[in-house]
T-cell receptor
Framework: GQQVMQIPQYQHVQEGEDFTTYCNSS?????IQWYKQRPGGHPVFLIQ?????EVKKQKRLTFQFGEAKKNSSLHITATQTTDVGTYFC???????????FGSGTQLTVLP | NAGVTQTPKFQVLKTGQSMTLQCAQD?????MYWYRQDPGMGLRLIYY???????DKGEVPNGYNVSRLNKREFSLRLESAAPSQTSVYFC??????????????FGDGTRLSIL
């Protein structure tokens, strides 16, 4: 079955440093979604990418979808303590009305 | 604007007991999902319902049953709880269009411990 892998599993950064998490799928994705989960909270949708090579920005967050639609990345510029949490990518197998979630990257921002 | 509501928020069971986790959404979404989240494992899909009247197995369905009671409600039942089912359970819902998957909206979760 489809597998979605994320690296790194954990990342500690000093406040102000940049952060990147990478997501790789074993199969081609029709789209990819990114979610953020704060400690003790529930996943919250951040963004969806659909087109090959697509790049979207949300303030300090930059999301990219690979040309082959099998990988994606999330880059945060100048991290803040409010960025703390676990970031998940998720993608559906073709024609599937479900998502396979990556294992997530847990970000800690040290003040 | 409640979104996705899960009950209960916390539960402690003994091995062999049964219970039902409830989930309701008020966003008129067609699709609903049940996930479990274990440390370091991310979210794993247990069952989902693409539309009212249908249910399908996800990645880890063993030991669980589901009921899509109506468009709003999707329940998850543990018939005979086992310690391996200790986890945080999330319900989610989403719309669906011909363009593909829509964002999933999650409830606050049920923290379930089985002794």
């Amino acid at each position: 079955g489809q597998q979605v892998m994320q690296i790194p599993q954990y990342q500690h950064v000093q406040e102000g440093e940049d952060f990147t998490t990478y997501c790789n799928s074993s199969t081609t994705l029709s789209n990819i979604q990114w979610y953020k989960q704060r400690p003790g909270g529930h996943p919250v949708f951040l963004i969806q990418l659909v087109k090959s090579g697509e790049v979207k920005k949300q303030k300090r967050l930059t999301f990219q979808f690979g040309e082959a639609k099998k990988n994606s990345s999330l880059h945060i510029t100048a991290t803040q303590t409010t960025d703390v949490g676990t970031y998940f990518c998720a993608g559906p197998p073709r024609s599937a009305r479900q998502l396979t979630f990556g294992s997530g990257t847990q970000l800690t921002v040290l003040p | 604007n409640a979104g996705v509501t899960q009950t209960p928020k916390f539960q402690v069971l003994k091995t062999g007991q049964s219970m039902t986790l409830q989930c309701a959404q008020d966003m008129n979404h067609n699709s609903m999902y049940w996930y479990r989240q274990d440390p370091g494992m991310g979210l794993r899909l247990i069952y989902y319902s693409a539309s009212e009247g249908t249910t399908d197995k996800g990645e880890v369905p063993n030991g669980y049953n589901v009921s899509r009671l109506n468009k709003r409600e999707f329940s998850l039942r543990l018939e005979s709880a086992a310690p391996s089912q200790t986890s945080v359970y999330f319900c989610a819902s989403s719309g669906w269009t011909v363009d593909g998957n829509q964002p999933q909206h999650f409830g606050d979760g049920t923290r379930l411990s089985i002794l």
